[in-house]
């Protein structure tokens, strides 16, 4: 019996990919006689899927220049997004209502974007977008020097192209990268897939390009890839070329030219080290912030005065509560990569490396000023922690710095309820429970900290903050939440409060 029924569903299941390669030809056979070309994007994550209906959007409503197909996996969190594509809605939450807006557009109104499983889409495809992770594992929490790069699950995707796309397909490279990836991997993958197909490497080299992103999710997220300085390369004067004219056709280049460098390793290396000066200047930070604190100073209006100087201080960084995502908890790790293994470099990016190690235990500094407030000792206490999320307004948990205060507070005895309005699950802990209900989470409590800047919470009163949690309850702020009259209506009502950067809150 359970044979039979086995045939039996891979014969539907064969049903259904042959009727969905039907209607992605279908729609692919309509897209080239309207004059569009066809774009596929390789991966519907964060960056992908709205990449995909900004794509689909530009141009001209009455003739779109594109029509563009995004794929991805056919495993049930991927088919969900597929599924919300396909309906014109953004498969993440997010504060951008033009996120919204490009989906229900591309969708219901251009009819030039579509979601789907299926290999066959990139035998399509005249420029394929690479929007995949590519994944990088720390073994130890504060020790980034013990790392791995998933690179071969990124060759094989890179690979399932090289089977499938026209010779003359344009490859764009948007995913973070090791500086030197595009010239050592991607194009000899997709050389050797294309004289395994027969054809010949002198009259069809592969055309590779590189251009990443800076996409932001948030309030601005569509205007992060619209409205948006972009870097690229490619691996010839026909790959750069092709890159820059579909650079021109979805972004702003008027208000926001185009970069191009002489290599795509020099591309990739931009990226990556963008980032990683992001990290470094968080790190930085954080020695300050215990330097303040201990001096009873605020650094976050220090940090204010000194952004005045425009052009040389005014992108310091602010104190905070951790870094999270997937950018800067892991691009300085991919150009550690790079040096050892593509170009045999011994040396070590080891400011690089310091400031992740720093950042990733910088949650636990939060912790302890919450455990000495609770008199050091958290056996059988409620702690809250309001956010998720590792950036304000936005869903994304990835990496998230509350992740690990969570795990802190509980292996130091205490029950921890986590609150976020917008983020529904831990990406790397989807068995610990996001509550949903604010009044709940902060039910009884005796330690409460405020560790994402989402609107909620900057706009929540302290009498909706504190109406439930314990008596002298402690409030740690992390991200510059409560005002300096907030803190003081709390302490007035017998609450302690603390915060990251600021040493001040004691003289309130």
């Not at 807006?101 to 974007?113: P, Y």
């Not at 992770?133 to 094989?156: C, I, P, Q, Y």
């Not at 206490?381 to 998720?388: C, D, F």
Request: charged share 25%; aromatic share 6%.
């Amino acid at each position: 019996m359970r044979g039979p029924m086995r045939q039996e569903d891979q014969q539907m299941r064969g049903r259904k990919e042959q009727e969905e390669v039907n209607r992605i030809r279908a729609l692919c056979m309509d897209a080239r006689n309207n004059g569009q070309s066809i774009v596929v994007v390789q991966g519907l994550g964060f960056v992908g899927a709205v990449n995909a209906a900004v794509v689909a959007t530009s141009g001209r409503t009455e003739q779109p220049p594109f029509f563009v197909i995004g794929v991805d996996l056919p495993n049930s969190p991927m088919l969900a997004r597929i599924v919300a594509i396909n309906s014109g809605i953004n498969p993440f939450k997010t504060t951008d209502p033009e996120v919204m807006r490009i989906f229900d557009e591309a969708v219901n109104v251009r009819k030039n974007l579509s979601a789907t499983w299926i290999l066959e889409a990139y035998e399509e495809a005249d420029i394929v977008l690479v929007d995949i992770n590519l994944d990088v594992t720390k073994h130890e929490v504060g020790n980034a020097e013990k790392f791995s790069v998933a690179m071969e699950a990124f060759r094989h995707a890179v690979a399932t192209l090289g089977e499938r796309i026209k010779p003359d397909c344009l490859i764009m490279v948007e995913t973070t990268v090791p500086p030197g990836t595009v010239e050592s991997v991607v194009k000899p993958t997709i050389q050797a897939s294309f004289e395994n197909r027969g054809f010949d490497s002198t009259e069809f080299p592969p055309l590779v390009a590189h251009a990443y992103e800076r996409v932001m999710p948030g309030s601005d997220y569509v205007k992060s890839i619209r409205s948006m300085w972009r870097t690229y390369s490619g691996v010839s004067d026909t790959a750069k070329l092709r890159a820059r004219k579909f650079l021109e056709a979805i972004t702003e280049t008027d208000k926001f030219p185009l970069t191009c460098l002489g290599r795509p390793s020099a591309s990739e290396l931009a990226k990556v080290l963008e980032n990683s000066y992001r990290a470094v200047n968080i790190a930085l930070i954080h020695e300050w912030t215990l330097l303040a604190e201990a001096m009873g100073v605020n650094l976050w209006e220090v940090v204010e005065s000194i952004r005045v100087r425009k052009g040389t201080h005014d992108n310091m960084m602010s104190p905070g509560f951790g870094v999270g995502g997937y950018c800067l908890t892991k691009d300085s790790l991919l150009a550690q990569w790079s040096s050892q293994e593509l170009f045999a470099n011994a040396s070590n990016l080891a400011f690089a490396l310091h400031a992740i190690n720093v950042n990733d235990l910088m949650p636990i500094h939060t912790c302890e000023l919450l455990y000495r407030g609770v008199g050091s000792d958290l056996a059988g206490k409620k702690v809250t922690i309001l956010g998720a999320s590792y950036r304000k307004d936005v869903d994304d948990t990835r990496n998230t710095p509350s992740l690990v205060a969570y795990e802190w507070f509980v292996e130091h005895g205490a029950e921890v309820a986590v609150h976020d309005p917008l983020a529904t699950e831990f990406v790397d802990r989807p068995d610990v429970r996001i509550e949903k209900d604010i009044e709940a989470a902060l039910r009884k409590a005796s330690g409460i900290v405020l560790a994402v800047d989402h609107a909620e919470y900057r706009e929540a009163s302290i009498d909706s903050l504190s109406a439930h949690v314990e008596p002298n309850a402690i409030f740690v702020d992390a991200n510059n939440i409560l005002t300096d009259d907030r803190i003081r209506l709390l302490k007035r009502s017998g609450f302690q409060v603390s915060g990251v950067g600021k040493g001040h809150i004691s003289d309130l």
